[in-house]
């Protein structure tokens, strides 16, 4: 027979013996073992000696004031109770599914108002203005350029003839 602590899942069968739950065969076979196992001859004695000191055990009497003495400190831990405990005792005893479902379609709508807003426009940076402003300042100067070059040449060519 294989040992049952060292065989994985066979520790049933040494609970089972201790319970005395083998058939006759099944424990025969066991207390061969048990002749030749040290270690199982060990716990199941432990075992025996603990299901005898159980059997064994009486517990002590209860006192005949034992419901009065529970009911007075049952009372007295309901009214050492806070108020917002007694309360939220009182609304978790009432069926909160309308003011829970309001409070919810609430929560919806906020959270729509909150997150759900037109983006805002991208921000103009100080540089991309700078470029902005550099560009017109040399285009207008480049048609004053132009403009220079035309009046010259049409004033020089009416210099010229004169």
Not at 1 to 11: L, T, Y
Not at 12 to 26: I, K
Not at 134 to 160: C, F, H, P, W, Y
Request: hydrophobic share 45%; proline share 7%.
């Amino acid at each position: 027979m294989e040992c049952p602590i060292e065989a994985r899942g066979k520790k049933d069968l040494l609970l089972d013996y201790c319970a005395h739950a083998l058939d006759a065969r099944e424990a025969a076979e066991f207390e061969t073992h048990l002749a030749s196992c040290a270690a199982c001859k060990a716990w199941t004695q432990a075992h025996m000696r603990t299901w005898t000191l159980l059997d064994d055990w009486q517990p002590a009497p209860v006192s005949p004031d034992f419901d009065r003495k529970l009911y007075q400190r049952i009372a007295a831990e309901q009214a050492r109770l806070s108020w917002w405990r007694a309360l939220w005792r009182s609304l978790a005893a009432r069926p909160l599914k309308p003011a829970l479902s309001l409070a919810l379609a609430g929560l919806i709508v906020l959270a729509g108002l909150l997150f759900v807003r037109p983006a805002p426009p991208p921000p103009v940076h100080k540089a991309q203005t700078q470029e902005a402003l550099d560009a017109d300042r040399i285009e207008k100067a480049l048609d004053d350029v132009d403009m220079l070059r035309q009046l010259g040449t049409s004033g020089g060519s009416n210099s010229e003839t004169m």
